[in-house]
């Protein structure tokens, strides 16, 4: 599939929810340590949405399903430190754009019925406020025009065309690759980031690059953990959430838990397959029309149940939910959206993930939850269940006051060597069901087991 | 060496140049598409020198020698989504801190006299400002107290003291194994990523980080190259430039040239050997007093020497290079000052790089060059002489109109197959004359090509 027409296509969607100019930015690379050291550039995904191509300090102008490019091409000393780079017409040319500009010619198209986004890096969003001569606001508390062409992102972009799918397989393909080879790389006695390189080697290997910062950790329990200095021990698990982005920005976002030693204990399996079992029936479940937080309280009730049967929790799988006792285990939301970004559109807060009217619960169990809106064919959301021993939860006094009857903790204890586990697939929402992106990677832990090698 | 002991002297010998109590603000992780998807945090290097640990938002106050540490700790939240970090006592500990506050103390030690330094990061920087109620100019640019703060940290941060150097030296190690994986795993008929990624795992593997964006190509004219696409062509020399840092800053800097099939062609490797007698030569003339604009134009001089003798270049050396002429092949300064930036410094302008009273030539030959004092014991230096046929160069009429009779273009073009070739070590100033960081990688051509493998 080719970027011009499917770029039209998008605009001209974008053409039918709304109907004044609209202006994105895509961004400048920012500084890491001093200015000419930079970390690498990626722009807006709203600009790449439309624009196809991770151009740097460009500007396209969507008005009446045409597309306008603004950017400047490279000054002879540019090329000679940066080497050839295609004009602006050829740009134009592979984006289908209906005209091309400098970007002094941006003064032109001002004006006050123009909408925009800002965008992440400051110095940019700086020069967007005095070409448009209005302040703006962060985009998720965008008003007027704003907030009137970020609903209408919101409605082409949480549904995904061919070429999105075919870069979201893309991306799907090489990080189902990155995880056999961290699963394959996997010894007791190294450490995590010698795990984390293999796998984001084979990432960057392909050209790609990662769409978030890799977790990679002995200790899953830590839902946001960037450090990767523990060894590995030959009882733990590691649990992996690595996933690839490809050159014009589209994501992956898969977990897997695999055992050091390649066998899982019994109690780790026991746990494993629970987990499991809720990521199976999210999945069997998915389907244009059911409700994504239907799908939560699904796997919540499963991993409830499962609980019940090990003598973790004490009492009816649908009670335990009610009383949110699943989320002392399970205290995230079953997954989101995912596209040009990994939470996809989050820079627009609960714009995307929750429908009109709706927002976000005071229930412990379901106030992380990032996605509360009917499926509809061409979504793709992570299906992403999990279970964790989080001392910050387990032991808050509150929560062992509240739930005492509802745990039993001397069984609990025979479970010390589960502290985390996840299992995370891409799901694309089909017509009659749905289509699992990362399903070449193996879940069930037999499988898992044979891709571990023995230790030496 | 332990952190504290070490830190306490750096501060002493700041209080020995500067007596105005002095903020230092470590700064934030910036978004990358959206703002919980972060780069990976860098902290400022001026942060990092004097509070050793990467903290993010973290405000260190040098006064007197004495160093207070301020920030906040983590809330109950943060810990149960990042997991336990050490308390802000036991940090100032770790560095021996005077004196330890949450951030909301600074507001006790903000006044007319304190001097600071802008950060990178602009919300970081929004900060300062409103909180020292004046407007900070970008690091170059500052005046007054901030300005003399900048000169005292030149001062100190120019001549590495023991604990920098162990750091610069296992980020040189990591360098030189990362580049010895990058010949091991070149073939014909990979890419450029695929060299590039077997680089960049041996650092991630170690938990370190790049430096800066790794150049891997086989376009070696294109200075600033940061495309990773093209293939590998048996008859293609690969130039890599490649560095790692490490957890608290301290960077390498390293750049080979090999050759794709494992043998340079007569013409790679005679144009190499040239280079290598630049490198070589810089190397044995780098000891304290030598200033470093000699080393460049010595390297100048070999070049044109080296090419004379191959017919490429006509005339003397001397009168080649009092007229640029070798610029047209080594159009960059043979190297900078190398620290917690790979550029050390560069944040400030010419404020390192160049001795007072002194600023960039305009000539052709030396503009480039970012250092131009007299060497020190204690400073690390890069040494990166290079020969590149840059078509923005060699075909601009103005050159070749002012080079005609200088340059042997027929027999330049028997050279064809020589696009860019560098040679890069990291380069300790000592008492007596240099030692390098980086000797375990080989330079010699014969060296190279027994470490790439022959064509499968």
Chains 1, 2 share one sequence.
Request: charged share 20%; proline share 5%.
């Amino acid at each position: 599939m080719p970027l011009a027409p499917t770029l039209k296509q998008r605009r001209q969607r974008l053409a039918s929810h709304f109907n004044a100019p609209a202006l994105l930015w895509s961004g400048c690379a920012t500084p890491r340590n001093f200015p000419a050291n930079t970390h690498p550039f990626r722009p807006s995904s709203h600009f790449l949405y439309f624009a196809g191509l991770p151009l740097e300090n460009a500007v396209i102008r969507l008005a009446d399903g045409e597309l306008a490019l603004f950017m400047d091409e490279a000054t002879p000393a540019q090329a000679l430190w940066h080497g050839p780079s295609p004009s602006r017409e050829e740009l134009a040319d592979k984006m289908g754009a209906e005209q091309a500009f400098p970007l002094k010619e941006l003064e032109r198209f001002v004006g006050d019925a123009v909408a925009t986004l800002k965008v992440q890096d400051s110095a940019t969003a700086a020069h967007q406020e005095q070409l448009l001569g209005r302040s703006l606001p962060v985009a998720k508390r965008a008003e007027h025009q704003d907030l009137q062409l970020l609903q209408a992102i919101v409605q082409l972009r949480s549904r995904h065309d061919h070429y999105a799918l075919e870069e979201m397989r893309r991306a799907a393909a090489v990080s189902v690759s990155a995880h056999k080879a961290g699963m394959a790389a996997t010894q007791p006695g190294l450490t995590e980031a010698q795990v984390r390189a293999a796998m984001e080697q084979v990432i960057m290997a392909q050209g790609m690059t990662c769409a978030y910062n890799s977790i990679v950790t002995v200790h899953g329990e830590v839902l946001h953990n960037n450090h990767y200095h523990h060894g590995l021990g030959e009882n733990d698990l590691i649990l992996a959430d690595v996933g690839a982005e490809t050159e014009t920005g589209w994501a992956a976002d898969i977990t897997r838990t695999w055992p050091v030693s390649g066998q899982f204990s019994s109690t780790q399996r026991e746990i494993y397959d629970i987990v499991l079992a809720a990521h199976d029936a999210c999945i069997a479940a998915a389907k244009p029309g059911v409700e994504y937080r239907h799908l939560h309280l699904l796997a919540s009730r499963v991993l409830a149940a499962g609980l019940v049967d090990l003598g973790i929790l004490v009492g009816q799988p649908d009670d335990l939910v009610a009383q949110d006792a699943h989320a002392l285990f399970f205290p995230h939301g079953v997954g989101h959206l995912l596209g040009l970004d990994v939470h996809d559109m989050e820079d627009l807060g609960d714009l995307a993930g929750y429908a009109p009217g709706r927002s976000r619960s005071d229930r412990f169990g379901l106030g992380f939850l990032r996605l509360d809106r009917p499926l509809q064919a061409g979504m793709v959301v992570t299906i992403e269940p999990g279970f964790y021993q989080v001392p910050g939860i387990l032991q808050d006094k509150g929560n062992c006051d509240l739930y005492k009857n509802l745990v039993n903790w001397d069984r609990l204890a025979q479970f010390a060597d589960v502290r985390g586990i996840r299992i995370e697939d891409d799901v694309l929402i089909t017509d009659s069901g749905c289509d699992v992106l990362t399903a070449e990677l193996p879940t069930e832990a037999d499988d898992i087991e044979t891709m571990v090698p023995e230790p030496e």
